[in-house]
């Protein structure tokens, strides 16, 4: 759902390549159109990130009520993602997480859009598993579904790109952080190198959350921050969430990272009551870690805002304007 407020950032961004076409009168160019390029990230369905989301959820049900990554539940989440990227043309990688792991989680998933220079790889990533406890759709379906369905636009939208682009869905998270670590530690020095920064997606539709952006002041940051700005939202620093999740993973080899939050069990302040709306002196996900979260567990206008905010970021750091590089339609 395309969120008020966003034409600014599309405006500004949206660019017809005009390399060959001024050269042309205008009637040889309305007879053989050329094909329009634009840079103007999609908006992101926001209808589409909640129907992965009750994927989830029902995946969670046949399970035993959970998707920890030891458990089926988890393997049928895997199954679910790998099934939805191979239909849209994904080469899907599983990887399994040979140390470090809990005994028996399954693998993390990597999927590349193959299109780009291969020497700057823009990496979003969001775990996959969950706790014992419940679904785990705040947390985190919400940031597995979101790049999802952002990886599923790109490969419809097919743009120009200049660099590359890779999605990966940890496992065993919820236990230290552990797919993302043996991720980053299984990669060459050359190939850690290559990523130009990571961003992670860890609850990002909390129902009494805030907007919080990891690293707001880094380089990497900006298009995130950029977005949200754009629509107000007057973000603030993810200090709750601070080296608590799959970033730290990246962060720990000195690779740049950003991404979006909207909090767990720490409060919301008065102060940003006053400005986001919401209860003061509550926790941003009362069903942290809880059986409640589940599919109305979810704050739909925040996780909307997070999509459409992933997707700028990656067609920011990752769409080219030019007939380069671009996939075959
Ligand atoms: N998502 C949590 C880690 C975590 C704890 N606080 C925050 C705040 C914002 C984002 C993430 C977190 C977990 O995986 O348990
Ligand atoms: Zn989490
Ligand atoms: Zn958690």
Redesign the pocket.
Known sequence: MRAARRTTLTGLALVTAAAGLAALPPDAEAASPAPTLTTAAPDIDVARVQAHLTELNAIASRNGGNRRSTGQGYRDSVAYVKGRLQAAGYTVTEQACTSGCTRGAGPNLIAEWPYGDASKVYMFGAHLDG?SAGPGIN?NGSGSATLLEVALKLAETRPSMAARVRFGWWTDE?QGLNGSDFYVRSLTSAQRSAIKAYYNFDMVASPNGGYFINHINSTAAAPMKAYWDSLSLRPEENTEGAGRSDDYSFEAYGIPTSGYAMGASARKTSTQAAKWGGTAGAAYDRCY?SSCDTTTNINATGLNRSADGVAYTLWQQAVSATALNRAPR
């Open positions: 706790v947390d919820e870690h």
